[in-house]
């Protein structure tokens, strides 16, 4: 209604404008939050030219191309919805503390690497040395840029001369091209609503969907076939 009056400077009511939008073939949907900051050059730039390039240099080097993302996991995260008497808004009882988990991963379309709690330079470390020793080829290991994936200790550590794991970085602002961030949305789906008293009570949930997802290969496929990260899958 605001933006017909703007333009067309015509006041119409709010049945009106329903009946154009379902006429231009427009429904109600749950937007996607994408930031300000996001620069659609960038993106555009990094599916053209410099995924491309990635996965040549992959496919020359036999390399395996991972996706790497970290997420958070907290106790005080909004509980999902209860049933209570009208006008009385349910109570659910938790924890003051903050116990949250952050684990790390990386992804391929054929499997899920999965590594310990905690996200600090020390822990990614532990993470790149690893996914080193566990992979069977050289690793493009595609990640945002977070601070810790550019701290001085991981380039040193990248930098040694037999070192067979190789750091790419997405554009800022777009995790929606990352393919492990779908896991992120999979595990606080089915682990976000729990109430822990602990931090073992946080965690094992965490770490419980996470090796199920690890079992099933089939499903980790399915995330490379979504509409914003299906250029991973070719």
Not at 119 to 138: C, I, V, Y
Not at 154 to 174: E, G, M
Not at 214 to 229: A, E, Y
Request: charged content about 30%.
């Amino acid at each position: 209604m605001q933006l017909i009056e703007q333009g067309c400077g015509v006041k119409v009511s709010v049945w009106t404008a329903g009946r154009y939008l379902k006429a231009w073939g427009f429904t109600p949907q749950k937007p996607v939050r994408r930031a300000y900051e996001r620069n659609p050059q960038a993106v555009r730039r990094w599916l053209r030219e410099e995924y491309p390039a990635i996965r040549a240099q992959a496919k020359r080097e036999k390399a395996e191309i991972d996706w790497g993302d970290e997420r958070g996991v907290r106790s005080d995260q909004a509980a999902e919805r209860s049933f209570s008497p009208r006008g009385e808004t349910p109570v659910i009882p938790g924890t003051g503390q903050r116990l949250g988990c952050n684990p790390l991963s990386a992804l391929t379309n054929k499997r899920l690497w999965l590594f310990k709690c905690g996200f600090t330079t020390r822990a990614f470390l532990e993470f790149l040395s690893r996914l080193e020793r566990q992979a069977r080829r050289p690793v493009f290991l595609i990640v945002d840029g977070h601070p810790v994936h550019k701290a001085r200790a991981v380039k040193a550590w990248l930098a040694r001369s037999d070192c067979r794991v190789r750091l790419y970085f997405l554009p800022s602002y777009s995790p929606e091209l990352n393919p492990d961030e779908l896991l992120n949305h999979d595990v606080q789906a089915h682990v976000g609503h729990h109430r822990p008293r602990t931090r073992a009570e946080r965690v094992h949930p965490v770490r419980a969907r996470l090796r199920r997802r690890q079992r099933q290969p089939h499903i980790v496929r399915r995330f490379f076939q979504r509409k914003h990260v299906r250029y991973t899958a070719a």
